[in-house]
């Protein structure tokens, strides 16, 4: 391929469209981030133990999986570009009803509602991120991804100052954010015809300059797939040990109060969304494969020293932890993508669907050890779990550099 060829076939970075989706993703996650900030006021409100609360996390997870990957494989063959719209429309009548829930049903009815948005929105939100991308795939994962970090990270200090003090129906508020999030959205949809076209003229040009698709064997996709889909699972499983239950684990462990805890959980959240950027740039560097050995494997010896620190290393050693830890993601999806480049809205889907609906599951049997055996025992047991990461000696050895 000459070098006329080569600029041709590398698409422009839409950084505008990044930084939108950014903060869509931000608002989002914002938005889904209320629930288990808000988890002390519904404890308090309908005395619920640790397994009822992992139920509300594991149903509002679950109705965030389900659907992605089916919305995703419909999107790779009829694009929806105004589809995260939609999502956000549900986003909204799921916080406005738990606003006014008045029974536990009602409550998981109302997560379940936001869960569903979450699945519309993040297939072909992806899409874009990677039409977007152009050479930079890392970065454009990685702003997309920050964004919905620091919307999460939101949740707890929103809640300290907002949720806690004027209580549950306050949550009715943040609809002004769904429904910015839904403008920018449809500004969104209005660029991806535009930004596809342009996507599909350079895979046409780099295929008459010589170039042909990568088509990996389908043992190399199934062990990729299963290997990434295992390393998700434990980088989930402990970080929904802090989304669900640090708050708790603080007040307990050293007397902390509510506001003081959950801002505790946003400097955690804060750290996770500097990590996803950092991984990502760093992916496009060094390659996905070794920045998902370090983050996944990384964490293990502070894991290992954190159930036995003071309130200041504890702060310190979470927030080294999930530094590390978010900087796996960026490089877990864009490594999935290379498995099957014609299924992204698949890969989307699927990805973040897993994210939604394994850290359900470990929500609900973290919850149900912390009933049996203490909260401080889950942080003991959760310590082991980056050992996982051993795991990416697994993953099949794919050409990056295309």
């Known amino acids: 391929m000459t070098t006329a060829s080569l600029s041709a076939s590398r698409p422009r970075t839409h950084m505008t469209v990044l930084v939108i989706l950014g903060l869509s993703h931000l608002l989002n996650d914002l938005m889904q981030s209320l629930i288990p900030a808000a988890y002390p006021i519904l404890r308090e409100a309908y005395a619920l133990d640790f397994v009822q609360i992992g139920m509300i996390t594991l149903t509002f997870q679950i109705a965030g999986s389900l659907l992605q990957p089916v919305i995703g494989m419909v999107t790779d063959r009829r694009p929806a570009p105004y589809s995260p719209v939609v999502g956000m429309m549900f986003t909204l009548s799921g916080l406005v009803s738990l606003a006014y829930a008045h029974s536990y049903a009602m409550v998981l009815v109302s997560v379940a509602l936001i869960g569903i948005g979450s699945s519309i929105f993040h297939p072909e939100a992806t899409r874009m991120a990677r039409y977007g991308a152009g050479g930079r795939q890392g ?46 959205l449809a500004w969104i949809g209005s660029k991806q015809r535009e930004i596809s076209a342009e996507f599909a003229a350079t895979r046409a040009t780099a295929r008459a300059a010589g170039g042909t698709p990568v088509r990996h064997a389908p043992l190399t996709i199934g062990v990729g797939l299963a290997v990434l889909t295992l390393l998700m699972f434990s980088k989930n499983a402990y970080n929904e040990s802090f989304r669900s239950f640090y708050t708790f684990y603080l007040m307990e462990r050293f007397g902390l109060s509510i506001p003081s805890a959950q801002m505790m959980l946003f400097v955690f959240l804060l750290a996770a969304a500097v990590g996803v950027l950092i991984g990502g740039i760093v992916g496009d560097r060094i390659g996905r494969n070794r920045v998902i050995w370090l983050s996944v494997l990384g964490p293990l010896p502070l894991t290992l020293i954190l159930p036995y620190a003071d309130l200041f290393w504890t702060g310190v050693l979470t927030i080294s932890i999930n530094v590390i830890m978010a900087s796996a993601f960026a490089s877990i999806l864009i490594y999935a993508m290379e498995l099957l480049p014609n299924r992204i809205g698949l890969i989307g889907g699927l990805f973040y669907g897993l994210n939604f609906g394994l850290a359900g599951v470990a929500a609900a049997v973290l919850g149900a050890m912390a009933d049996s055996y203490g909260v401080e025992t889950v942080y003991h047991i959760c310590s082991f779990l980056p050992l996982a990461g051993l795991l990416a000696w697994f993953l099949p050895r794919i050409d990056e550099k295309r």
Do not use: H
């Open 139 to 184: 970065l454009a994962q990685g702003i997309f991804q920050v964004g919905g970090q620091a919307g999460g990270a939101l949740g707890p200090v929103l809640a300290a100052v907002v949720i806690v003090p004027w209580g549950q129906t306050s949550l009715a508020w943040f609809a002004v954010a769904a429904l910015a999030a839904m403008l920018l």
